[in-house]
């Protein structure tokens, strides 16, 4: 069974960073694609950044150069570092686990980017 808890969601300033961490219950974590997905009020979910269980990372165009993943496989949890963050980055951000092909998905937790 796989179970992911995400933590770090707040309020934070435009130009403020924060650290979001999601903690991973389950078997062989490195070898798990992970990812991070948000949701903002009214908006479809979508895709922010991925890492594979070599380390490969994929940004959405809209957080390219802000926001970074990475991932500690001894501690079984992925980051996901925002930097210089926008109103718009207010959102559910949510952690995806894909293990063999089936997929997994945290509670979210809440970013709110404002002044």
């Known amino acids: 069974q796989v179970q992911l808890v995400e933590s770090g969601g707040g309020l934070v300033q435009p130009g403020g960073s924060l650290r979001l961490s999601c903690a991973a219950s389950?078997?062989?974590?490195?070898?798990?694609?992970m990812g991070w997905y948000r949701q903002a009020p009214g908006q479809q979910r979508e895709w922010v950044a991925t890492?594979?269980?070599?380390?490969?990372?994929g940004y959405a165009d809209s957080v390219k150069g802000r926001f970074t993943i990475s991932r500690d496989n001894a501690k079984n949890t992925v980051y996901l570092q925002m930097n210089s963050l926008k109103p718009e980055d207010t959102a559910v951000y949510y952690c995806?686990?894909?293990?063999?092909?089936?997929?997994?998905w945290g509670q979210g937790t809440q970013v709110t980017v404002s002044s």
């Open positions: 389950g078997s062989l974590f490195s070898s798990w694609i």
């Open positions: 995806n686990a894909d293990r063999a092909g089936r997929n997994y």
């Open positions: 890492i594979t269980s070599g380390g490969t990372t």
